[in-house]
């Protein structure tokens, strides 16, 4: 009896040790960091930027976060979760198995050049020869440094149709003169009307999305 109870002392203060730990791991074993960088780059490309304020793009890469990672997650309750809540396996065995799908996951997102970097910059003696013999402290800074090459590629994208329409309007106000008048008050009205007869917000998540799956 004391040691079940001793047990379930443990496993509560891990659990409560791992909620300190929660923002981390959301930003470094998730795609949202990806995704909040992309947003704050729409928002930089149109002009505005205090709309949408911090708070409405951080919800956005949450909720967007816990949709793309929705089956990594359903594996880990499967089959860590759930086990150890019914007592049939250690806390230990439920941490294990819980690595695996997110390592899938951040293995399929991270590039090889970026892996193969941080490989070489462990210093092992053994040069691992499969996935499997990467440990996960060379796995997450690999997966974070392809996460933030992935962001700005995408966000380079973003920022050319944008960056077209105020050259186009910086290049008319000159012609005509008026170089006192800033072109940012011109170009925003002409960016967000684009932005909102291309359906901006529904094609940056379609793009996002599938950049998880591709």
Do not use: H
């Not at 909040?36 to 951080?58: C, D, E, K, M």
């Not at 294990?96 to 050049?113: D, Y």
């Not at 290049?171 to 359906?199: A, C, E, H, R």
Request: some cysteine.
């Amino acid at each position: 009896m004391n040691e079940v109870s001793g047990d379930s002392a443990i496993q509560v203060l891990l659990l409560v040790g791992a909620l300190t730990l929660i923002p981390a791991a959301l930003f470094c074993l998730t795609g949202f960091t990806r995704i909040l960088i992309v947003l704050g780059f729409i928002r930089t490309a149109i002009g505005t930027p205090t709309s949408p304020p911090n708070q409405v793009l951080v919800g956005i890469a949450l909720f967007l976060t816990i949709f793309v990672m929705a089956p990594t997650f359903n594996q880990i309750k499967t089959t860590a979760w759930d086990p150890l809540e019914a007592n049939r396996i250690t806390t230990a065995q439920a941490v294990e198995r819980a690595q695996i799908p997110l390592r899938e996951f951040m293995f399929e997102q991270t590039r090889t050049k970026d892996l193969a970097l941080m490989v070489r910059l462990s210093q092992t003696r053994e040069q691992p020869r499969t996935y499997r013999d990467i440990p996960t402290t060379t796995l997450i800074p690999a997966f974070i440094i392809s996460e933030l090459k992935t962001a700005f590629q995408i966000g380079f994208m973003i920022f050319l149709p944008f960056l077209i329409i105020d050259l186009i309007v910086a290049s008319t106000l000159m012609s005509m003169g008026m170089i006192m008048l800033p072109p940012v008050f011109i170009s925003l009205p002409f960016k967000i009307l684009l932005f909102v007869l291309v359906d901006g917000w529904a094609l940056i998540t379609d793009s996002l999305v599938r950049s998880f799956s591709g």
